[in-house]
């Protein structure tokens, strides 16, 4: 009888202990429940306000709200040139820097033609390091800049393993993509602290949101900007600069040239045009956004996925991509050849 007395104790006692397990589990649970729904709360409210509230809401008055000129580096073709002409749209003028001397001043006169504002060419190529500054300065010292977009970009020629690039392509990832917003954002930002007004635009990409095998040096400038935007977002929140991350998916530009998939707009990949006229609409309304619907819907399962899980999908989509990018070059070397016989066999 005692026996038995103690054996129903201890089943007591030990179902006991697995309720209370039972009920820290549930508990654990609970928290982790409400953890992710107001996570995705969050996000879902962030999304209406960047792409549903901001177009209807839109102060479409830039030169009021930040000042009478716009400098856009890169901006002589792609994201750079269609956020420019966004910018004369509503009137800002444009300082248009980028090395494509002959397309930086056809893009200037389509621009003053079309949208009636005065433009500013200052032809440069940031890879080749602090002189050009001077020669920048020079041109916009006397402007009153309100808006700074760091659009000016380099990427891999398609994706490759680190050693596979090219060291001459490694110093341009770090003179374009890095030095040039960090120095002309150094050289613009005093005067819009000094007016109390003025908006930076950093554009960052989503290759940075995770970490993407053989894209590592471009993806790890691209973080730079989002860090960069961030840390100055904050420590100037009290001046009245905006300071703006954008962080897109693919865009159908010259950089995506090298895929056949990348360089067919669709609702995923849109056009530069396209692109620029939604992130555009962001600006004052998000700090930290993909700037076009479509991308911050991708950027939701991008986040969501585990990091091996993400690295192990990336590497077969560029593996993939530069497959497409070498039968490309394959096809162009076979053409070229081509091309030489028939005008050697015409020769002879």
């Not at 707009?265 to 076009?292: E, M, N």
């Not at 497409?324 to 066999?345: G, M, T, V």
Request: glycine share 4%; with cysteine.
């Amino acid at each position: 009888m005692a026996a038995v007395d103690r054996f129903g104790f201890l089943f007591k006692e030990i179902s006991d202990y697995f309720s209370n397990i039972r009920d820290i589990l549930a508990f654990i649970g609970v928290l982790y429940a409400s953890k992710k729904t107001l996570h995705y709360s969050y996000e879902v409210l962030k999304a209406v306000n960047d792409h549903v509230l901001s177009k209807l809401s839109f102060i479409g008055d830039l030169r009021r709200r930040y000042g009478s000129w716009a400098v856009i580096t890169g901006s002589s073709e792609g994201i750079g040139k269609a956020y420019a002409r966004e910018l004369a749209r509503r009137k800002v003028n444009v300082v248009l820097i980028s090395r494509g001397e002959n397309r930086l001043y056809k893009t200037a006169r389509e621009i003053e033609e079309e949208f009636g504002v005065e433009t500013c060419t200052v032809p440069v190529d940031f890879n080749l390091g602090p002189d050009v500054y001077s020669i920048i300065w020079n041109a916009i010292k006397d402007k009153e800049i309100g808006i700074l977009v760091n659009n000016v970009g380099v990427m891999y020629d398609f994706p490759q393993q680190f050693l596979d690039v090219p060291q001459e392509r490694l110093w341009q990832l770090i003179n374009v993509n890095v030095a040039a917003a960090t120095m002309m954002t150094y050289m613009v930002m005093p005067q819009m602290v000094e007016r109390r007004k003025g908006a930076i635009v950093m554009m960052s990409s989503r290759a940075c949101t995770q970490i993407t095998p053989h894209m590592t040096i471009y993806a790890a400038t691209k973080s730079f900007l989002d860090y960069f935007a961030r840390s100055l977002q904050y420590e100037y929140k009290n001046t009245g600069v905006v300071v703006q991350s954008l962080k897109p998916f693919y865009v159908a530009t010259r950089m995506t040239r090298y895929s056949k998939t990348l360089s067919k707009p669709s609702l995923l990949i849109p056009t530069a045009d396209d692109y620029a006229s939604s992130a555009i609409k962001t600006l004052g309304y998000s700090s930290r956004t993909s700037g076009y619907w479509p991308h911050t819907i991708q950027s939701w399962f991008s986040e969501s996925i585990p990091e091996w899980l993400w690295m192990w999908g990336a590497t077969r989509l560029n593996n993939a991509l530069r497959r497409q990018a070498e039968e490309r070059l394959r096809l162009k070397s076979i053409a070229r050849e081509l091309s030489e016989q028939s005008l050697d066999s015409e020769s002879s």
